[in-house]
């Protein structure tokens, strides 16, 4: 078993926050790869990290400029490796989810059968609600049986948005455009 969130802080090596159009992230890595990315206020959120923010982090660049087109509306492509600290149970959820191709969805009973455990929907509700890398494993694809925006660490409104932003991207229409425009 990997360690939790609770002894994830002790491993980072750098982190660094930046302003998205959904409101502020927090963005945290350990030598191996990209370990966190917490949207302001989401739950589990980990709080003040320790140390000074390292503005000049090549993981932490990339990642941020990956996410920067992402909500211009490019097509998801992020590259980084990740270090994703959960139970086995946990990563084995959050691998699943990364095989949900943006602008699809899929219920949680789907990944509960992925996983091997179709009983345990609710564990991978928990599991999924734990995710600790928002948007990169993208935990927002994941919807009710029948079809209804359960549950989003991050907040439903963020949830609602990532899938729509998704939905257009082929419109070249990016997030921070359609914000401006809808004020």
């Given at each position: 078993?990997?360690?939790?969130?609770?002894?994830?802080?002790?491993?980072?090596?750098?982190?660094?926050?930046?302003?998205?159009?959904?409101?502020?992230?927090?963005?945290?890595?350990?030598?191996?790869?990209?370990?966190?990315?917490?949207?302001?206020?989401?739950?589990?959120?980990?709080?003040?990290?320790?140390?000074?923010?390292?503005?000049?982090?090549p993981l932490l660049l990339r990642t941020v400029a990956e996410l920067a087109a992402?909500?211009?509306?490019?097509?998801?492509?992020?590259?980084?490796?990740?270090?994703?600290?959960?139970?086995?149970?946990?990563?084995?959820?959050?691998?699943?989810?990364?095989?949900?191709?943006?602008?699809?969805?899929?219920?949680?009973?789907?990944?509960?059968?992925?996983?091997?455990?179709?009983?345990?929907?609710?564990?991978?509700?928990?599991?999924?609600?734990?995710?600790?890398?928002?948007?990169?494993?993208?935990?927002?694809?994941?919807?009710?049986?029948?079809?209804?925006?359960?549950?989003?660490?991050?907040?439903?409104?963020r949830k609602r948005a990532l899938l729509q932003l998704e939905s257009t991207t082929?419109?070249?229409?990016?997030?921070?455009?359609?914000?401006?425009?809808?004020?």
């Amino acid at each position: 078993m990997k360690t939790s969130l609770m002894t994830l802080t002790r491993q980072l090596s750098a982190w660094q926050r930046w302003q998205s159009p959904l409101g502020g992230m927090l963005l945290a890595r350990t030598p191996l790869g990209l370990a966190g990315i917490w949207f302001d206020g989401q739950k589990d959120h980990p709080g003040e990290l320790a140390g000074q923010p390292a503005a000049n982090d090549p993981l932490l660049l990339r990642t941020v400029a990956e996410l920067a087109a992402y909500f211009d509306g490019a097509p998801a492509r992020f590259t980084q490796p990740l270090d994703l600290h959960g139970t086995d149970f946990q990563r084995a959820v959050w691998q699943q989810l990364l095989n949900i191709a943006a602008g699809a969805t899929c219920s949680y009973a789907e990944i509960a059968r992925a996983v091997g455990s179709p009983a345990a929907v609710r564990a991978v509700g928990a599991a999924i609600g734990r995710n600790p890398v928002s948007v990169i494993v993208p935990c927002h694809r994941v919807i009710g049986s029948a079809g209804a925006l359960t549950g989003y660490a991050g907040g439903l409104e963020r949830k609602r948005a990532l899938l729509q932003l998704e939905s257009t991207t082929t419109t070249g229409t990016g997030m921070q455009q359609r914000l401006d425009e809808a004020a």
